[in-house]
């Protein structure tokens, strides 16, 4: 059980186009779910948490104007990277909380050229 | 600051041997959760074992385990029986009761098995 299904997988975009990556719960509803950023052997860098039903609340300095969050359900967020440019080219992992434990989607890798 | 050291950046163990990745941590609550997940070069993120903060106890799943000292703020993973597929990233991290289930991860340890 608790599966997180992220999609998709990678995308390789324009400068200046917007890019939607979907978070979703197969087997558990999710109240918080949470967005990273991940460099090249690096840790995971916390971006926002998402809770449903209300806005995101953003870490300091991740641009909510660029990182558009939405969790319209218990089983749904999205990430939508608005005039996507390459310094945007990066890692992007979504996860679900079921109760203390966060379970991780398999990513998604976006190539901005 | 909640911070976790990882003072290991990499490490490398022979099949079937058992090795130990260090984890400590600061925080100034007393209720928490530790964990270690794994990274392998897929880049998923797999849960490998947690530990609750009020249990004495030691987790164990399988051939994995953790040394947890709480007074020394210290949670280490034991895996013993190292098989190639456990050549992953490890990071430690832990979540605060009460803080909003945010994850705070440490730097990670690169684990190679070797034939």
């Known amino acids: 059980g608790a599966v997180v299904s992220q999609h998709p997988s990678r995308v390789i975009c324009k400068s200046g186009t917007s890019v939607k990556i979907e978070c979703r719960s197969l087997d558990f509803q999710a109240t918080t779910m949470f967005w990273y950023r991940q460099f090249p052997k690096q840790s995971l860098m916390l971006m926002a948490t998402s809770n449903e039903g209300s806005k995101a609340t953003y870490e300091q300095g991740v641009e909510k104007d660029k990182f558009l969050i939405n969790h319209a359900s218990l089983t749904l967020s999205t990430l939508t990277v608005t005039s996507a440019h390459p310094e945007d080219s990066s890692f992007y992992i979504c996860?679900?909380?079921?109760?203390?434990?966060?379970?991780f989607g398999a990513g998604t890798r976006l190539s901005v050229l | 600051a909640q911070t976790v050291t990882q003072s290991q950046p990499e490490m490398s163990v022979q099949e079937a041997e058992t090795v130990t990745l260090s984890c400590t941590y600061d925080t100034s609550e007393n209720n928490y959760y530790l964990f270690w997940y794994k990274q392998p070069p897929s880049r998923q993120m797999i849960l490998v074992i947690r530990q609750e903060a009020y249990k004495q106890q030691n987790a164990t799943e399988n051939r994995f385990s953790v040394n947890f000292q709480k007074a020394a703020k210290s949670f280490s993973l034991k895996i013993s029986d190292s098989q190639l597929g456990d050549t992953a990233m490890y990071f430690c991290?832990?979540?605060?009761?009460?803080?909003?289930?945010?994850?705070?991860f440490g730097t990670g340890t690169q684990l190679k098995v070797e034939l």
């Open positions: 996860s679900a909380s079921a109760g203390h434990i966060q379970y």
């Open positions: 991290a832990y979540i605060l009761t009460g803080g909003g289930n945010k994850l705070t």
